[in-house]
């Protein structure tokens, strides 16, 4: 698989439900996605693609956005319980990293080099969101308010911007970020004129890679907001995007409608991979 920018199916069709989400790969190569065989799962497929169980969520709790901080612990997104929850890396028990019953749902994460982690919060009935930034000790403040529907959610590689995109608005924004998160000089990277956004991801050349539901394509944008190239997939209803690989230069994209996962190869490693390589995460 070395021609690049041409997807392939990774796991089998339906495997993962409707609600597949929240790639993440770990530092040996195991890929994450929620809801695998039925929802309020973890999955875990092996580089190879053999897929089972991870863990299972309790108390009605269901997984979107995974990320893995310094220390090599999954953090998911719970979206029903307004949790960012943790899990251990040699036990598997789950605990609570962040609750904030204010929150719509925490939907997107994404962790900066020094593991603050920021969430998107949509609330898709009335399509506005919220955007959420999560200390390392688990403290909740709110960023941003009355946005579009916010979703896709990135640190850039130089940890000076946060991207956030807003699916119903088609619109990705970027902010000025600052070594503490605290965000500013907010602006308009791109808008498009059809279809809708979900999750997205950096390259170690700070390219973004944006799903577009509905359309079935991954995008390349520059830090610039010039469109780079565009990836069809198989499925239409693309979710989101993870870099993984023995080189970081395979994404991973979770599809709904076909409940698998597809891949192809990109020119750079991907942003997730590389903080793996600086933390020196085993």
């Avoid at 962790?111 to 688990?138: C, F, M, V």
């Avoid at 600052?178 to 809708?196: A, C, M, V, W, Y």
């Amino acid at each position: 698989m070395n021609e690049l920018y041409v997807s392939k199916t990774f796991t089998q069709p339906h495997g993962f439900t409707h609600g597949i989400e929240g790639p993440a790969c770990d530092p040996r190569g195991n890929l994450y996605a929620v809801n695998y065989d039925r929802e309020h799962t973890i999955g875990c497929v092996t580089p190879d693609g053999e897929c089972s169980i991870y863990t299972e969520l309790s108390d009605g709790s269901i997984g979107n956005g995974i990320r893995f901080n310094r220390a090599g612990e999954m953090l998911i997104a719970d979206y029903t319980n307004h949790n960012i929850l943790k899990v251990d890396k040699v036990t598997r028990a789950i605990s609570v990293f962040a609750h904030e019953l204010s929150m719509n749902q925490p939907n997107d994460i994404a962790i900066s080099a020094n593991d603050i982690i920021y969430a998107s919060d949509p609330h898709w009935n009335e399509s506005w969101g919220q955007l959420w930034r999560i200390d390392t000790k688990g403290e909740v403040t709110l960023l941003e308010t009355e946005m579009g529907t916010t979703n896709g959610i990135e640190v850039s590689p130089d940890e000076c911007s946060l991207y956030v995109n807003e699916t119903v608005q088609r619109n990705i924004w970027v902010y000025n970020l600052s070594n503490t998160g605290e965000i500013s000089n907010k602006r308009l990277l791109i808008q498009f004129p059809d279809f809708g956004m979900d999750g997205m991801r950096c390259d170690i050349a700070g390219n973004l890679y944006v799903t577009r539901h509905g359309k079935g394509t991954i995008v390349k944008v520059s830090p610039q907001g010039e469109v780079l190239k565009e990836v069809q997939l198989a499925g239409k209803e693309c979710t989101n995007i993870a870099f993984g690989g023995s080189d970081g230069r395979t994404c991973y994209v979770t599809v709904a409608d076909r409940g698998n996962i597809e891949c192809f190869r990109a020119e750079f490693p991907g942003r997730s991979w590389k903080l793996f390589q600086d933390w020196a995460v085993v």
